[in-house]
């Protein structure tokens, strides 16, 4: 951002600021009965800049002029239920104290919340907006109170860009947003609900940012849904959710709620963008949440299948615990000169030599126990022994011929995770 583009965005704000203080400053207290019986003799409805004093309660009319309650502090509660608005209706950086109820009401024009501030219940629920809903920047402020738009259908644009949700909860269960719906950069620090809703059009969650429980449990959507750059801090439920193209990076998902379809599909949908480690990293999460057996630990410690770092790590593991091995049954042997640092020494370039199937070449000059000449075939035919004096002893052969099979198996299992991470790229 340039320092012009700095200049002119605060002008703006200060703008913004200096009018809503103004605004404040010349604020006029009505009583909400005369705002009722204006709305009721069909008179023309501006209240901008005032103070509503009392309950406002005009539920189940019909309001054909605009509404303009801009820069208005409504300080009682409101009831706006089965209200058919035929008129724009404007509550521009407006604020409600109280409960807000617009429950089953119809706006059939434009719908503006912008920066409005609801600071207890607000219910929106089965309400219809057949134009564009405009609750751009708007702010829900009472960590114990709700914001209720559940069943609600939205024809027109659907607005709620950089809104702020600190309530209790959201529910959008079963909506549907028949058009764009916009919530590109909203911040949500509440348990959060699209279940059962359809997106019809476009759905951008863009640069938002969840940080309680956040379920689109058999939800749908149609045409694209953007989470580039969401922060999804929270659990992510999409159990039965419906899409083609989801765009989300898994880095950007801290807990997806387990659900095999629900990874799989996952899955399925960064293959088709191309999200290749996507696609691997949320295979791994998936059989990581698979219920631990030996088998599960076994294919954890090679990666799954997927990640190649962990059969790399597993093979160096495995020549560390064999030359150990070896070390110790040199220095058991009651015929062995060598200190135990040598031993290990040598332990190590024999572990390598059979987990790696390298030459007998590559073995350090000496013979089997002072390292005065090169008895490869002889060190072969030994025995490591187990405990001093000789009383137990294992044979050499035996062990080097299991650590070369675990090793072929590594080789195998290193090429087959290598071949199907570039066959995604196919």
């Known amino acids: 951002m340039g320092d012009r583009t700095r200049l002119i965005l605060a002008f703006v704000l200060g703008a913004i600021a200096l009018s809503v203080a103004g605004a404040m400053a010349q604020s006029s207290e009505i009583n909400a009965s005369n705002v009722t019986a204006r709305i009721a003799a069909n008179q023309p409805v501006t209240f901008d800049n005032c103070i509503i004093v009392g309950d406002l309660n005009i539920s189940a009319l019909k309001i054909d002029e605009q509404l303009h309650f801009n820069h208005t502090i409504f300080q009682g509660s409101v009831n706006f239920n089965n209200v058919e608005f035929n008129g724009d209706a404007y509550f521009r950086l407006s604020k409600f104290n109280r ?161 095999d379809a629900a990874y799989l599909s996952l899955i399925d949908n960064f293959k088709r963008l191309g999200y290749f480690n996507d696609a691997n990293d949320c295979y791994f999460a998936y059989m990581d949440n698979s219920k631990p057996t030996l088998s599960y630990y076994v294919a954890k410690s090679l990666g799954f299948g997927v990640r190649s770092d962990y059969i790399v790590e597993f093979a160096i593991l495995t020549l560390i615990i064999f030359g150990f091995f070896y070390s110790y049954g040199y220095y058991m042997d009651p015929r062995s000169r060598t200190s135990y640092k040598r031993a290990f020494f040598l332990s190590l370039m024999f572990s390598a030599m059979a987990l790696f199937s390298l030459p007998r070449e590559v073995f350090p000059s000496g013979n089997k126990y002072d390292a005065s000449g090169n008895n490869y075939d002889k060190l072969m035919e030994s025995h490591l022994y187990l405990f001093p004096e000789g009383t137990a002893r294992i044979s050499l052969r035996l062990v080097f011929a299991s650590e070369r099979l675990i090793g072929w198996g590594l080789l195998i299992l290193f090429i087959n995770t290598l071949s199907r991470v570039m066959l995604y790229r196919l």
């Open 99 to 259: 409960e807000a109820h617009f429950r089953s009401s119809k706006f059939n024009r434009v719908s503006s919340f912008f920066l409005t501030t609801f600071c207890r219940n607000i219910d929106f629920t089965g309400t219809i907006f057949n134009d564009t809903a405009g609750f751009y920047d708007s702010i829900f402020t009472n960590s114990t109170c709700y914001a209720d738009f559940g069943s609600a259908k939205f024809n027109g644009i659907a607005e709620f860009g950089y809104s702020k949700f600190n309530s209790s909860y959201v529910n959008f269960d079963s909506c549907k947003f028949n058009s764009n719906a916009n919530f590109l950069g909203s911040k949500i620090n509440s348990s959060t609900y699209f279940t059962h809703s359809e997106f019809n059009g476009i759905a951008n969650f863009s640069d938002s940012k969840f940080t309680k429980v956040t379920s689109f449990n058999g939800s749908q959507f149609i045409k694209e849904a953007l989470f580039e750059g969401a922060d999804l801090d929270c659990t992510l439920y999409l159990t039965r959710t419906k899409y083609d193209k989801l765009y989300i990076r898994w880095r950007d998902i801290k807990n997806l709620g387990y659900d």
